[in-house]
């Protein structure tokens, strides 16, 4: 079965625009989370949605935002772009938290990898 | 809280020798270990797992073992090859909670022909 897709893969931005990202999951799946990747924090958590409720939050500014549809796709966003936040962004889905066989196993995209200049 | 650490990279290596990546973890309760593997441009795939204590996930002639009484998971191949350059990140996930992995920061291993 498809794997987990995130648009767009590569974008540019300049400091103090937007930017939005898809992630559509592992059919079936309806948990997805998101990560930032940077060489110097490694991979941080951003925040996880199931049945379109964020359900944890990591230790981002408000500026980091995202929402999950009914169809268990989701979108991040990111306001005011800093040039800290370029950065690879990772979107990771997984069987609803409490399902049996659910080990905690994530199933990444390949990510979007975000320049801000 | 929970954390995994895992040695400092890069690790670099010639081609067939032997590859150990140690991974220790701190938790509250009984967790599910992970190796994830990140190629060159790439997101991360699970490389390997153990769910349980004494449990031995092997993929791809890499091998972990699940070692409740040192809290470790170190990663093993016998053989190594330049197409097994990449960064490798020990997690750990715990059931009963949020399922939310707790990551190491990652070694990178670098394989040279």
């Known amino acids: 079965k498809a794997g987990v897709t995130q648009t767009p893969r590569y974008l540019i931005k300049t400091r103090g625009q937007q930017v939005t990202l898809s992630c559509s999951p592992i059919s079936g799946h309806r948990s997805v989370s998101w990560y930032q990747q940077t060489p110097g924090q490694g991979l941080q958590f951003l925040f996880e949605?199931?049945?379109?409720?964020?359900?944890n939050k990591g230790n981002f500014p408000g500026r980091f935002s995202g929402r999950q549809f009914s169809n268990s796709r989701s979108e991040m966003n990111v306001s005011t772009l800093e040039l800290g936040d370029s950065a690879l962004y990772l979107c990771a889905s997984s069987l609803r938290p409490g399902q049996q066989l659910n080990t905690g196993e994530l199933f990444f995209g390949e990510g979007s990898r975000l320049t801000v200049l | 809280g929970n954390s995994v650490t895992q040695m400092e990279g890069p690790v670099t290596l010639s081609e067939e020798a032997f590859l150990t990546i140690n991974c220790t973890y701190t938790a509250t309760g009984y967790p599910s270990l992970f190796w994830y593997v990140q190629y060159p441009g790439e997101g991360l795939q699970l490389l390997l797992k153990?769910?349980?204590?004494?449990d031995k996930g092997s993929n791809k002639g890499f091998e972990a073992t699940y070692r409740k009484e040192t809290t470790s998971f170190h990663l093993e191949k016998g053989s190594v090859q330049v197409s097994d350059s990449a960064v490798y990140f020990c997690a750990l996930s715990e059931a009963g909670g949020s399922y939310i992995p707790t990551f190491g920061r990652g070694t990178s291993l670098i394989v040279h022909p």
């Open positions: 153990a769910t349980k204590a004494d």
């Open positions: 949605y199931f049945s379109e409720t964020q359900r």
